[in-house]
């Protein structure tokens, strides 16, 4: 395995970590609809986070359309309609973004909820 797919699982436990941290219970991780995958997807009071994490060593995209694009967005949206079909969820869905940054021998986590809309 690269090194750059490595530091992403890192990321990927790192964010799952801090949503545990604050009280959200993750329900699938890796979750895999067509050519969609879902990086996390966690449950919080009333609502279904999806969650998408990216993963940096230094300094992060400015812009998120850089970061989830549309054709993203559709397939993130199709994913997730079908996981809560298939798992009879009634929680209202959200999609949001974690960003882990490495600095030296630390990581910087942030969550931005409601991060992109699906329309």
């Known amino acids: 395995m690269g090194k750059h797919n490595e530091f992403g699982k890192l990321g990927e436990q790192i964010a799952v970590d801090f949503l545990m941290d ?23 009071e009333e609502f279904l986070a999806v969650v998408e994490v990216k993963s940096r060593t230094s300094g992060f995209l400015a812009n998120l359309n850089e970061v989830v694009n549309q054709k993203k967005i559709g397939l993130l949206v199709n994913a ?5 079909q298939e798992h009879n969820l009634d929680e209202e869905v959200r999609f949001d973004l974690i960003t882990v940054v490495k600095t030296k021998d630390t990581y910087k986590v942030e969550h931005l909820k409601n991060a992109f809309y699906h329309f």
Do not use: C, M, P, T
């Open 80 to 84: 997730a309609d079908f996981f809560v």
């Open 22 to 44: 604050n009280g959200y219970s993750i329900l699938a991780r890796n979750y895999r609809h067509q050519k969609a995958e879902i990086d996390i997807l966690a449950i919080k």
